[in-house]
């Protein structure tokens, strides 16, 4: 069972505007979120987190957005470079499983110039 | 190295052959995991070590996978009797202590493909 879900597999955005990206839990133990970014051919590379003991973080043009009652998370990207163009995987952990990490299938963002 | 290495960086086998896959992490970092990706879905845990011991190893899908971290630093990944299905790419990342929250830094992975 997917524990950690991205229903989108793709998202296409114009440059400049907003992309939003989705995710859905269902281990009521996870207390603390990751997105990572990947490119073809390289390793995820963290983007930003949040711990559940808050609702918003934010760094530079992302924000990430937990509601915890939902068990749903997102990430606003703005205003979308074309550079942020890769595949974008949301990921949980748990207290009790240390620092690893359980993630979800992935969204690719286009942004278009 | 600055970063996670891996290597090979791409491996081919034939269907029952015995591989290898080895990572670097960044020094200093005391967790060690594994993870797998299947193409078109997210990376999937394998193993996580802290320092030479494995502290959850209960992603290995069976018996012909295993991993080692002998001292602590290296890590080998082997894998034995290899099938069609092993083929993905498989990531190695680190982290300064497994107990502590904080992003895993991946490496750009080993891509196995089982003829």
């Known amino acids: 069972d997917q524990q950690v879900k991205q229903n989108s597999p793709s998202l296409s955005v114009q440059e400049g505007r907003i992309s939003i990206l989705n995710c859905d839990y269902t281990n009521s133990m996870f207390d603390y979120f990751l997105w990572y970014k990947k490119y073809p051919a390289e390793g995820p590379t963290f983007l930003i987190s949040i711990s559940s003991i808050k609702d918003k973080n934010e760094d530079g043009r992302f924000t990430v957005f937990l509601n915890k009652s939902a068990k749903h998370l997102s990430l606003h990207i703005v205003p979308s470079q074309p550079g942020d163009s890769a595949v974008y995987f949301c990921a949980a952990s748990g207290k009790a499983a240390g620092n690893k990490l359980t993630f979800g299938g992935g969204t690719r963002v286009l942004v278009k110039p | 190295g600055a970063g996670v290495s891996q290597t090979p960086s791409n491996k081919v086998t034939e269907k029952g052959k015995y591989v290898e896959l080895r990572c670097d992490p960044i020094s200093g970092h005391t967790a060690l995991y594994w993870y797998r990706q299947s193409l078109g879905q997210g990376p999937e845990f394998l193993i996580y070590f802290q320092g030479t011991g494995a502290a959850d190893d209960s992603g290995l899908p069976n018996d012909r996978f295993f991993a080692v971290r002998p001292e602590g630093s290296v890590s080998t990944l082997k894998i034995q009797r290899t099938e069609r299905g092993d083929s993905a790419v498989y990531l190695c990342?680190?982290?300064?202590?497994?107990?502590?929250?904080?992003?895993?830094?991946f490496g750009e992975g080993s891509r196995l493909t089982v003829l």
């Open positions: 990342a680190s982290s300064r202590l497994a107990g502590a929250r904080g992003e895993l830094f």
